[in-house]
């Protein structure tokens, strides 16, 4: 009886199928695979932006929206709404085809990177061989359309914001690619269901997930800590700092556009995110074995929402970085760290199971992590103030 | 220790965020407009004309001098002074406004009209939700708008209104003191002058040194 | 010819006939990154699924951004590009055909006249990464090499400047 509701998506689906044609079934059965997931994401999105502001509010002593139906919970419809209302301003001097593009191709962009996600067990649209190396090359195209937008707004604020975000993008998707680069050499594999089936199995209740090594745990948190850069959410929301360079590459978006652009950065936090519970998390499967009668996409959305609260909380804490903090921390301390984390999966690879492997792997990432930060904190160096009119 | 500062901001918020759900003193929130801040005394918002007693238009303390439109510096009050006199609170004949208009959509709360009221007709009202949908004259308030009785005076500015009204009454009693003194010097010249016309119906015709003295006398005797 | 071949010729001929042939710089970018997605697809058509991904990755995630950074700090208002140098106009086309017939001698004298009708050879992530550890791992070393001096290189020229401003910093 469990099976059957771990599998119900994927039942109905063929129970669909079986009243659409011989001919028409390739095509109607990716439309099938497809639309859950448009319709799951962007409700996810909504959910998420009251969840966020709730929490954000309580974070900071205060309420959050609470007029708009009962705890605020109608507030998306209420955003959606003013957002189609608001007249679509479109500066005289910009660039008409790029302006109207960009927002567009981050959509785009956004949403074809959850064609390889695991929602479930069989419940993935695509299970390409090259799973993992579609996620980034079609993550690497958002940098493009920020691009677009950034210069076809044709405004200082946006130029600069979108230098920096993209910048920002480009530096930590090093530490992005190499952190998941562990798990795909302990699965061996780069197709997303493989990583994640390798981590379905149990040791008495103990799961096999990438998290519970040491390797492992530090990619985890080089992951986060690079995707929440990705997407541009806090501490690392230069390019949109609200109270600076006001919002960066969308500034010239009014209306609808820019709560397409909301959207799609919100769609890449949460692919992220799954992508991280793909790698480390172990995907769909139960945290304990007795846990398995529990169905999988369940335990998928629930990692993917403790995943966001977590988003929310770092949100709520930390300040923003500054553009060379970011970088520097980027370049001289995520990189390094996530090339050492490789050494030491391999390490770990080849050493017997056993306290052993435990404490070499352990010892060498968190010694490269303490100097490697200690290098980070001492390169700030003051430089003498010279004034040219004052004497 | 690394990242020491990152876990203890972590902590500090998550002890707000539940802190938030156990003690409800930690939201200083108002859920405005169904709870209120209690507002101070000396809260201002926009004018209003003062009446003493029930009825507006006898009542109304303003007697159109115009200083208040002089002196206001968005220049927002807009006076008519009427042609007649009506008697005010101490009897004395006064102007009244025919118009007193004052456009709170101008008016920046300065409460310099306040100030240099002379009458104390006007005084700073503590009503703010007055919102309209009409955009050139909902927010256009004449006389039968602003006119407010002294009893809501004293209801929404207790000190300040005991203190005029507590000046009021005492310029009040001085101005009766005043009227009743004159009305006794005017009966007793009165009664002087009747005396001196009686005398002088009732007395043989005069001589011309005569009369003149004892009036001169009478006078004299009178402004001492 | 199946049509999703001809679809995915049709986008990629476009787009860098566009961008050999538009005005705005950014538009000329742009065009060429769809291009090269064009590319990309057709490689993924071929079953070359992991060369497909790398040149999104490579191509549109790098290199036209790179081109993209390099329009925005240099060039501030529309410029109008000016004409080719060559005052023999036709040379470019001529150029590209002469090329293109060399190419198509070369490609159709190798191979046999007849289609191949073996099934291609898997090119999957696995064997690609084999092969490159074992019949390729010199190669690999020296892109290695390269890539190592590029990177010191640029961090050679981009750290110059500091140099001045750190001695003065210590006193």
Known sequence: MFETIDQIFVLIKHWLLGYVPGALQPISSAILSVVPVIIAFPLLFAITTVLERKGLGRMQNRYGPNRTGWFGILQPMADGIKSLTKEDIVPRTADQLVHFLAPVVMVIASFLVYAVLPIGRNMVIADLNAGVLFFFAIGSMVELSVFMAGWSSHSKYSLLGAMRAIAQMISYEMPLVLSSVVAIMAAGSLSTVTIVNMQAG????????????????????????????????????????????????????????????????????????????????GGWAAPFSFLTWIPSYVWFFGKLLTLICAFIWVRGTLPRLRMDQLMNFAWKFMLPLSLINIVGAGIWHFMPAGFTRWTVVSLLVVLSCVLLSRGLRRNKWFHVRTYRFAS | MLGEGIVKGLAETARNFFGSYVNKERLTTVQFPEERLPQIEATRDFPFLVYDGTDPEPGLRCVACQICEKECPPKCIYIVKSADKKPDATGKAQFYPAQFDIDISVCMSCQICVEVCPFDAIKMDVEFEMSSEDRFGGLLLDKYKLAKSNEYYNKIHPTEAGAVDAALAEERAKAKLAAEAKAKKDAEVAAAKAAAAAAAASAPPPTPDATPAPAAAVTSGETK | MTISFLLLAAITIIGTAAAMSLKNLVHCVLALSLGLVGLAALYMQLGAQFVGFTQILVYVGAVAILAAFVIMMTRSANPTLTNAASSFRASGPLIAVLVFAVLAWATISGTSAQPILTAAPEGSVGQIGTALMHRFVLPLEVIGLLLTAALIGAGILAMDEHRGTQHRGKQ
Request: glycine share 8%; proline share 5%.
């Open chain 1, 202 to 281: 149990y040791t008495g209740i103990w799961p096999h997930w990438y998290v519970f090594t040491p390797w492992g745990i530090t990619g985890f948190v080089i992951f986060m800590i690079a995707a929440t850069a990705e997407s541009n959410r806090c501490p690392f929301d230069m390019p949109e700092g609200e109270s600076e360079i006001i919002a960066g590459y969308f500034i010239e978006y009014s209306g609808f556009k820019f709560a397409l652009f909301f959207l799609a950065e919100y769609l890449g936090m949460f692919a992220t995110s799954a992508m991280a519970i793909t790698f480390f998390l």
